[in-house]
């Protein structure tokens, strides 16, 4: 059993930036493909990003250009850097230990973390 844990949530306005970190119970990010996935209010669960073992990165349209997915294989730990946030960003982060990055669905998770709110206000 993996335990995902987020921080680096918060509020802040249209415009401005957050990261969000994912440290896991036990290093699994050299063999499997971490991701994010977020859920606004009265919204399915949607995939953001993923990183694949070998790097390779992959990102949801309405985020590319402005989220960047990267992870330290050394602390174990996954990070998604949130720039020029809009209000639509507003929801829980999850932080997700996936057997393959694509299709970035909730099928593929085998682990998550507990969630972490992001609000943007305008």
């Known amino acids: 059993q993996v335990q995902l844990t987020e921080s680096g949530g918060g509020s802040v306005e249209a415009g401005g930036s957050l990261r969000l970190t994912c440290v896991a119970s036990e290093n699994s990010y050299e063999t499997a493909c971490m991701g994010w996935f977020r859920q606004a209010p009265g919204k399915e669960r949607e995939g953001v990003a993923a990183?694949?073992?070998?790097?390779?990165?992959s990102y949801a349209d309405s985020v590319k250009g402005r989220f960047t997915i990267s992870k330290d294989n050394v602390k174990g730990t996954l990070y998604l850097q949130m720039n020029n946030l809009k209000p639509e960003d507003t929801g829980m982060y999850y932080c997700a230990n996936l057997h393959v990055c694509t299709p970035l669905v909730q099928s593929n998770v085998n682990f998550w973390g507990q969630g972490i709110q992001v609000t943007v206000s305008s």
């Open positions: 990183i694949s073992n070998d790097g390779s990165v």
